[in-house]
């Protein structure tokens, strides 16, 4: 699939302020089975600095710097991507990750970061672990029925719903609230995964879905690491396994640090911030680019 997008922020504020130092979060992944054919990043008022860097999770992010006085900020990012093709998990998983759970020893140690719970001291969350238990027991231990096991149960006990303000919520919260985001059930997901052995990260982007809403707006969702297979994306609060619609911008072992934009600002006792967000996607082509061996 190709495809264009624009995803604007502005902000006003009630009285001039001064903007601190910001992190954007808004580049399409261009590697992985993915294309990035173009990007732009629009920034009003003009930075002092803007640079890109490669964060620790490898993704490129940007951050900028400024100077001065302003009562409006706006940002706007203009993106082209091309999803590729990706060669079905079942023809790729190594023996050794296909039962569960996992031993940590036979796992690359870059990979230790998307063990760790998300409780203070890296525990796991006791609700996420019975819920992983739970899955474990009906999947004969095979890590892509206890994957398919885990998700049917997650949205047989949490009800999807958009929730666009606050980070997500821990997995014991969301189980309690019995409703949840997207990134509420993709914490989850990842929490319940972790604990069985399974490496698990957050995951920021774009659904393409069909038919075209009235309004797109970012989605969250989870990859997990399959030896063999490497890295894949699994929507707790979709359809599963994802597939080329899906357009990943931000992963992060953390889900805070996959948000779109973070940042400050300071002015007068009482100044007050607005904020006007859009997302537009347009599909150039459905067609799915193969997967090139060798390029």
């Keep these: 699939m190709r495809a264009r997008l624009i ?31 173009d990007y732009r990043l629009e920034v009003t008022p003009e930075p ?40 079905l998990v079942t023809a790729c998983l190594d023996e050794d990750m296909a039962r569960l759970p996992v031993p940590i020893g036979r796992l690359n140690g870059d990979l230790l970061s998307n063990l760790q719970g998300w409780l203070p001291n890296g525990q796991h969350d006791p609700a996420a672990v019975d819920l992983a238990q739970e899955a474990l027991m009906g999947s004969d231990q095979r890590s892509l029925t206890f994957l398919q096991q885990l998700i049917e149960i997650i949205q047989d006990r949490v009800k999807y719903t958009q929730r666009h303000v606050g980070p997500a919520w821990p997995a014991g919260r969301t189980l309690k609230e019995r409703v949840g985001s997207c990134r509420d059930l993709a914490v989850l997901m990842i929490e319940a995964c972790r604990s069985v052995g399974l490496p ?53 072992s953390r889900s805070d640090l996959t948000a779109a934009i973070t940042g400050s600002f300071s002015g007068p006792p009482g100044v007050e911030s607005d904020l006007e967000w859009s997302i537009s996607a347009e599909i150039l082509s459905a067609d799915t680019a193969p997967l090139l061996s060798g390029s």
């Design 200 to 252: 698990a990260r957050f995951v920021s982007g774009y659904h393409l879905v069909e038919p075209k809403p009235e309004r797109y707006d970012l989605h969250a969702w989870t990859e997990v690491y399959l030896q063999g297979a490497g890295w894949r994306g699994f929507d707790a609060s979709g359809m599963g396994a994802v597939d080329d619609r899906y357009i990943p911008v931000a992963t992060s």
């Design 7 to 37: 995803h604007r922020f502005e902000y006003r504020y009630s009285a001039p302020v001064l903007l601190g130092p910001h992190r954007f979060c808004l580049r399409p992944r261009p590697h992985g089975f993915q294309r990035l054919l």
């Design 48 to 87: 002092s600095q803007l640079y890109d860097l490669l964060a620790a999770s490898g993704d490129m992010v940007t951050r900028a710097r400024f100077l001065g006085e302003t009562d409006r900020f706006l940002v706007v990012a203009h993106s082209e991507v091309e999803t590729l093709s990706q060669p």
